[in-house]
């Protein structure tokens, strides 16, 4: 594996691979490593001749009073996990390898950004967005791929490529969880003890929505009053949680025969999102 932290360096080392032919899979991570973004190296390890991996916590990203500088970062770690996983290529570059004096471009999804963590966090899909689309301009992928985990950005991401005829195909992958349920996340570090007994609560709230849906009602009232009943049993109050529409996040009052249910909260010191699709069968 070669860990590169110039757009020049990926791009001719991408340029290099696609001469033999090679079909190009990217990951875009902020690092922090845990066994979701191994599930997405290796998705993207299993389709494709050359592995990019970035690694990249993206300041735009991140709102005035976030957690920017607290992330947590540990590059060699991070660097052994990606080699172990089959990466190609660590693209890690500087701040202002990304964004040079002068940068004054921002990409602004409207619409499917104005809820949510869209909502909860303005500005945050801008930089996502922004950041994702010189990644896509940088490395030319055939794909990318994201964690469902973050629904909201893979819809997002999805609608920038589409919008700007970027020719890479979008993958969202399987949210990965810990035994207990609780979503993989690189925030999860934040959580002391009794706050990570409590986090499982999204998961619970998650599950028993299913439970409804799979029992006795797809009424987006009474399924969002089991999801609730869970996370209050914990202490825990939602920033949102919300049924809407997979493929556009418009509120929806049916799971028919879809629906994202997504939920974000504060536990202790983190802030965590999760979700899930319902479905009727
Ligand atoms: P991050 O480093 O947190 O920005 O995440 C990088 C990528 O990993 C994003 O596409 C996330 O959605 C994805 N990801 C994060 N956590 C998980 C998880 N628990 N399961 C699957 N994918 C995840």
């Known amino acids: 594996m070669r ?73 060699q770690r991070d660097a052994r996990i990606a080699e172990q996983a089959g990466v190609d290529i660590l693209f890690a570059p500087s701040v202002a390898e990304m964004y040079p004096h002068g940068f004054s471009t921002t990409i602004h999804v409207s619409g499917l950004t104005d809820v949510m963590d869209g909502a909860a966090r303005p500005g945050h899909f801008d930089g996502v967005a922004t950041v994702v689309a010189k990644l896509f301009a940088i490395v030319g992928p055939d794909a990318a791929y994201f964690g469902q985990k973050d629904a909201q950005q893979v819809l997002v991401v999805r609608r920038v490529a589409r919008d700007l005829n970027l020719p890479v195909r979008v993958v969202g992958c399987p ?14 570090v934040y959580l002391d003890a009794a706050d990570r007994a409590r986090a499982t609560a999204l998961h619970r709230a998650l599950v028993a929505a299913e439970d409804v849906v799979a029992r006795s009602s797809t009424s987006a009232d009474v399924i969002l009053d089991a999801a609730r009943a869970e996370l209050r049993a914990a202490g825990i109050q939602p920033e949102y949680l919300d049924l809407r529409s997979p493929d556009d996040l418009t509120e929806v009052d049916e799971v028919a025969p879809t629906a994202l249910l997504a939920v974000a909260a504060r536990v202790g010191a983190a802030r965590l999102i999760d979700n899930t699709i319902l479905e009727t069968r």
């Open 3 to 75: 860990v590169l932290r110039t757009a020049a360096e990926v791009r001719a080392a991408v340029a290099g691979a696609r001469a033999r032919n090679a079909r190009v899979g990217l990951v875009p991570t902020m690092g922090a490593f845990h066994d979701g973004h191994i599930s997405l190296m290796r998705a993207a390890r299993d389709a494709h001749d050359l592995v990019v991996v970035s690694l990249f916590v993206n300041p735009t990203q991140f709102g005035p009073a976030e957690d920017l500088a607290a992330y947590p970062r540990d590059e």
């Open 175 to 188: 949210i990965v969880r810990e035994p207990d349920g609780l979503a993989m996340s690189s925030r999860n």
